[in-house]
């Protein structure tokens, strides 16, 4: 069964730093998204993309933010500058259809 | 008011009971419901999606929708130790751009 890939697993990285993080969405998806769970808390939306661009953004997803589907497989999320707030899990999902399919998450910690 | 209302837990019962897990949310103009099962540090799995008021059953899983009451559960016939997780209710809106989620209710199963 076909399903959404990220990585890397886990990233540790210092505060200031540039971090990437990847995604394969599931092939034939169209739509793609970003969303971060902070230990204990919801998942919260962060960003969704169509067409090669943002189709709807929440207000963490700031500047320092931004996606890109560099290719026809790969769907990335940078963060800048990251903060120590930014440590979380990070989910991309893909859609088919009402249904959005979650990848295994990224763990990010900024020290 | 959160948009997106969730008892966290935890929910402890016997194997083989019946499991009521419940939500509430706010926005009347939610029209698409679902049911994610989150297992520790992992991406959530779709369980069960619905978009109208009514039941729809897969399995042991029973989702029920109430838009009047703006109340949505999730139903476990015969829970299994495996069933042990987060549990997730998510709702989006027409046009389905992102998911908004309740905080999960953990469950545990006991054999």
């Known amino acids: 069964e076909p399903e959404v890939t990220q990585t890397p697993s886990h990233q540790v990285t210092q505060m200031g730093q540039e971090v990437i993080l990847r995604c394969v969405p599931i092939s034939n998806h169209l739509y793609f998204y970003w969303y971060r769970q902070i230990l204990g808390q919801k998942v919260e939306f962060l960003v969704s993309f169509y067409n090669n661009e943002i189709s709807e953004k929440s207000e963490i997803f700031d500047d320092q933010f931004s996606v890109e589907r560099p290719d026809g497989s790969n769907f990335t999320l940078k963060i800048r500058s990251t903060k120590l707030e930014d440590s979380a899990m990070y989910f991309c999902?893909?859609?088919?259809?009402?249904?959005?399919?979650f990848g295994p998450g990224t763990r990010l910690l900024v020290l | 008011q959160k948009e997106v209302e969730q008892d966290p837990g935890p929910l402890s019962v016997p194997e083989g009971a019946i499991v009521s897990l419940n939500c509430t949310y706010s926005n009347s103009a939610f029209q698409y419901f679902m049911w994610y099962r989150q297992y520790s540090r992992k991406g959530p799995e779709l369980l069960m999606y619905t978009y109208s008021s009514g039941n729809k059953e897969d399995g042991r899983f029973t989702a029920q929708v109430d838009k009047s009451s703006k109340y949505i559960s999730l139903f476990i016939r015969d829970s299994q130790p495996s069933d042990s997780a987060t549990y997730l209710c998510?709702?989006?809106?027409?046009?389905?751009?992102?998911?908004?989620f309740g905080t999960g209710t953990r469950l545990l199963v006991s054999p």
């Open positions: 998510a709702t989006g809106y027409p046009g389905f751009q992102k998911l908004v």
């Open positions: 999902a893909s859609r088919t259809g009402e249904t959005q399919y």
